[in-house]
């Protein structure tokens, strides 16, 4: 009995010795990262040109006949700028001379922020991060009379973010 009472008393003594206690843990997980700044274009839809009634001006407005050209501008910060340069030329029949030409640019823009671009080059502000739709319309205005041929005429519209 003595035995049993001892062997007793030290499978009772390891039960308590070794009792673990379950113990609450935490640690934190850290996520780093650095988002850059940025402005995108996207939907790029050319436009078209058409002449005025009086044969000396090229343009994308309907009242030449032509269409405006779309852009999608998509930016993740806030004070951004947008310009948008004189129409320049890539293609004409020979006989037009643009560097004689008034050239002038209008850029009108709704969405996240509202733009109204007329003078090229002129850095316009775009506040708002966001998706602002953009419209591209061009002329280009000649003395005498635009000789006949395929024109490829087009603006360079840049943004900083």
Do not use: E
Request: aromatic share 4%; charged share 5%; net charge neutral.
């Amino acid at each position: 009995m003595r035995r049993i009472v001892l062997l007793s008393a030290m499978i009772l003594g390891s039960t308590f010795a070794f009792n673990s206690v379950a113990q609450a843990g935490s640690t934190d997980v850290h996520f780093n990262g650095n988002v850059l700044s940025s402005c995108t274009f996207s939907n790029v839809q050319n436009g078209t040109l058409g002449l005025d009634v009086a044969g000396t001006t090229l343009s994308s407005l309907p009242t030449s006949g032509g269409t405006s050209g779309q852009a999608k501008l998509t930016c993740n910060n806030i004070l951004a700028t947008l310009s948008a340069s004189a129409p320049q030329q890539a293609t004409a029949p020979a006989g037009y001379d643009h560097t004689t030409a008034i050239k002038t640019v209008a850029v009108t823009g709704t969405g996240a922020n509202l733009v109204a671009i007329v003078a090229p080059s002129i850095p316009f502000p775009v506040p708002l991060p966001g998706v602002t739709n953009l419209s591209v319309n061009m002329t280009t205005t000649t003395l005498g009379l635009i000789p006949s041929g395929a024109y490829d005429m087009f603006v360079t519209l840049t943004v900083t973010p």
